[in-house]
């Protein structure tokens, strides 16, 4: 990376003894004292913050390398106190250590380098921020408690955890970032070594990033700072672009998608695609669970459970569904892939241990060993077996497991050797080699995984997460699950680990609808779990239906109550209707966020955005028919009332919640996008009864909701992936469509709205008053525009013609 150095040194050759140590040291928004090791951040409309020795070095007086150094638990830290010399480009302080601080060209950012690895018995180094307590946190990955993630530690690596109920600490996506909404301030530590980062929680005025193994050589930290007056998501923004991009999932994967989680045969996955079909809930893909093959990693179909296994997925996409197979990164050593783990041992292909012999897990399936992904030849060797299956139709993987490359097993380090290092620093690196092999095997920009684990960058080879065997209840993470166990979470976790990575680079995310862990009801959800999960999942980006116990099949009433399949249906359509938003949404990497870290508002931990226009209270408490929310700043108009409500961030309120609603808000002032129609799916289908947005039809009809802010609100414009845009709706709206979208019906809900939008007269467009219809059905058969008032319901409908040129409806 080409930087642009502050301090004007000489170059790193030669005797620098004679030149005097800057005092202090500036880039970004970071300055330092070198007299005192002092670092102050100053970021937006709130006064700097500074901290005296913000760097500490653990010691001991011997090091073991066995031994595994907590980040968690430094303990008592020797604290460098001033700077003594200069060498080329770096700063050398008392205690050996070396500091570089640097600008990063186009952005308001430092990268802050750190090597401590001169200082004797050096086994842990400590940065330091300070922190307003009354501020929130976000970021750190798959946080399972809260989005909001001040007071915690969060370590940044998976480690074995008997306390729990799944023997894991649950870190599965560790992402080293903290973003200060308030202030507009990032800190990413781009390191891959054991770390944790202590959140206010030992300390409630710092922040600290605690990492091991200085000896391995520099740290890398990015202190950066948005633009003036920019929204909080450019700090997300600003974090993709110092690490990676996130791979966007292909657009089908943005439709409803079904599992069970065992299958028994080919005839039970057509007839759970044709209940689907015949109830016309919307989908896109099946996916095909474990088990399918004839073992594990043979990637051949079993045909004594799928018979004509190529016919099955033909069947399966003729109905409009693509299909997606379970996977795991293991070669077991004995049965029918014997020979593969003889032949992957003989071409080092393998995880190995410091003698070079493989690691045998005792996975799930196992025993097996890991692929070596870091190895050149064992990519292609795994994508000749990818192939097998791949050839038979298959669109996409779930991939499971490959989490064994851990920095430590009870305190004692124990090798694990890969052809690119070893497990202290491929611990988080391994699950991104995974993922991009089985992501190369697919057609590019057509291939779709959903992976448990990640890493930060690993965005880029990683369509979407999925946290893993939630419980299938509402209780929190961390809680005792009776069995002496701490909980691993339900709904409520699965809200704040999907929230939590959107803002940590990770947008595309999707739990078990439902969950997967203990469901009282034959192993699966009661009714009210799974409905209140696929009302959350619905205004979310993969939208997934599966779990434990026999089905999460809503319309199976052995297991739930009749007429959970039509709710169901009512969420997978609306997920489905706001595929151009989605869709739009995903260009810009940020889909939802959490509502207190997109607004300065007391909004609890689970209400979000999607997108910025849509504003989301799941219900998490069994049994609620009510929920209390804390609306943002600014106008809000309920979904299912209509009602105008202008929020403080400040003042609790009481909404309706019956089962079948979930508490949401338009912001006043926009437009959303959405399909005008419903269709079953997003892919081609040739069966009959089938509808599809391939079909014109159904695919070039947009529809935008139409939320005026009569004066109050700011009005947004809606610019779309296709190059569609529309704006205003306080008085006329402007719009042009682009390459996909033919036809736009504008739709106000005007039950709290004035004249002329509650009762209007006349609709016009470019000046030319359009004919009113009585009708939808009416209303889809005119061309040439026309509009409808349902004035019952307070319902104004315009349909207006397409066009590359600016065009104007008005309304009086």
């Known amino acids: 990376m080409l930087r642009a150095l502050v301090v004007v040194v000489l170059a790193a050759c030669g005797d620098n003894s004679h030149i005097a140590v800057p005092a202090t040291l500036s880039a970004g928004p970071v300055t330092i004292d070198t007299r005192t090791m002092t670092i102050t951040v100053e970021g937006q409309q709130r006064a700097p913050m500074s901290i005296e020795h913000f760097l500490g070095i653990a010691t001991v007086s011997s090091v073991d390398d066995t031994h595994y150094y907590d980040p ?52 842990l180094m400590q940065l330091a921020l300070a922190r307003d307590p009354t501020e929130p946190i976000f970021g750190t990955g798959d946080a399972p408690v809260s989005p909001n993630v001040a007071g915690s530690v969060r370590e940044m690596q998976l480690r074995v955890d008997p306390t729990s109920e799944s023997s894991l ?50 740290y890398k930290v990015y202190i950066y700072r948005a633009t003036n007056l920019a929204p909080p998501s450019q700090l997300v923004d600003i974090y993709q672009r110092l690490s990676a991009r996130p791979a966007i999932p292909p657009r089908w994967a943005f439709a409803p998608m079904q599992w069970r989680n065992t299958w028994d045969s080919s005839s039970q996955v057509i007839g759970d695609a044709d209940a689907m079909r015949t109830r016309h809930i919307p989908g896109s893909t099946m996916w095909i669970d474990n088990p399918w093959q004839t073992g594990y990693n043979t990637f051949e179909i079993d045909p004594a459970r799928f018979a004509q296994p190529q016919q099955l997925v033909a069947d399966l ?77 298959a669109r996409g993987f779930k991939l499971d497991f ?27 690196r391994y699950a991104g080699l995974y993922h991009q092999a089985y992501l190369g095997a697919l057609p590019q920009g057509d291939g779709f995984l959903l992976t448990r684990a990640g890493a930060w960058g690993e965005q880029q080879f990683n369509t979407a997460i999925w946290p893993g065997d939630l419980d299938s209840d509402f209780s929190l993470h961390g809680v005792d699950n009776g069995k002496g166990k701490s909980n691993v979470g339900g709904l409520p976790s699965a809200i704040s680990r999907g929230l939590s990575l959107s803002v940590s680079g990770y947008p595309f995310y999707g739990s ?60 997978a359509e609306l997920h489905m209707l706001l595929d151009p938003y989605l869709w739009t949404l995903a260009q810009d990497g940020l889909v939802t966020q959490p509502a207190a870290f997109a607004y300065e508002c007391d909004c609890d931990p689970m209400m979000f955005l999607l997108g910025h226009d849509i504003l989301v209270a799941p219900v998490v408490t069994a049994g609620a028919t009510t929920r209390e929310v804390v609306l943002p700043p600014g106008t809000w108009v309920d979904k299912w009332t209509g009602a105008r409500i202008t929020g403080d961030g400040h003042t609790s309120i009481t909404v309706s919640a019956p089962l079948a609603q979930i508490p949401m808000w338009y912001r006043a002032g926009s437009l959303i996008p959405m399909f005008a129609r419903a269709a079953d ?25 139409v939320t005026p802010g009569l004066g109050e609100d700011l009005e947004s414009g809606s610019d779309l992936h296709d190059g569609t845009h529309a704006f205003g709706g306080t008085g006329p709206i402007t719009y042009r469509t682009g390459t996909q979208y033919k036809t736009i019906t504008f739709d106000l809900d005007a039950r709290s709205l004035p004249a002329p939008y509650s009762s209007p007269v006349a609709v016009s467009l470019d000046g030319v008053d359009l004919p009113s219809v009585a009708s939808d059905t009416a209303m889809f058969a005119c061309a040439t525009g026309c509009w409808q008032l349902d004035a019952a319901a307070h319902h104004v409908q315009i349909r207006v013609p397409g066009g590359a040129m600016d065009r104007t409806v008005a309304i009086r």
């Open 512 to 571: 078990d609808i439902g969950g997967f862990r203990d469901g009282p009801n034959q192993g699966a959800p009661t009714t009210e779990v799974l409905l209140r999960w696929a009302e959350y999942a619905a205004l979310g980006t993969i939208m997934q239906l599966g779990g434990g116990g026999p089905s999460h099949d809503p319309w199976d009433t052995t297991l739930f109550t009749p007429g959970a399949d039509a709710i169901y249906k009512q969420y």
């Open 72 to 123: 968690t638990a430094p303990g008592t830290l020797e604290t460098p106190t001033h700077a003594v010399s200069v060498d080329g480009d770096w700063i050398m302080l008392d205690d050996g250590t070396r500091l570089r601080l640097t600008s990063v060209p186009l952005l308001d950012c430092a990268e802050l380098d750190i090597d401590a690895s001169q200082h004797a018995g050096a086994v």
């Open 681 to 705: 799916t997003l892919l081609p289908a040739t069966a009959p009864g089938v509808t599809s947005y391939e079909d014109a039809a159904f695919g070039s009809e947009l529809r935008f909701i």
């Open 169 to 218: 600490n649950e870190t599965h996506v560790p992402v080293p970032l903290a973003l200060w909404p308030r202030r507009g301030v990032g800190l990413f530590v781009a390191d891959d070594r054991p770390g944790a980062l202590d959140l206010g929680k030992t300390t409630p005025d710092r922040v600290t990033a605690t990492f091991a193994a200085p000896s391995r050589g520099t």
């Open 317 to 393: 996409e003729a109905r409009g569904f693509h299909v997606v197979f379970w996977s795991t990164p293991y070669v077991d050593q004995s049965g029918i892939t014997a020979g593969d783990f003889s032949e992957a041992r003989s071409k080092h292909f393998l995880v190995t241990d410091d003698g070079g012999s493989p690691l045998v897990y005792p996975w799930q399936n196992g025993p097996g060993a890991l692929v070596d992904f870091s190895h050149a030849g064992a990519v292609p060797w795994w994508q000749d077996r990818i192939k097998r299956v791949t050839d038979v139709g």
């Open 402 to 428: 490959g989490e064994e490359i851990v920095p430590e097993l009870g305190g004692t380090i124990v090798t694990m050797l890969l052809d690119a290092g070893d497990n202290t620093v491929m611990h988080n």
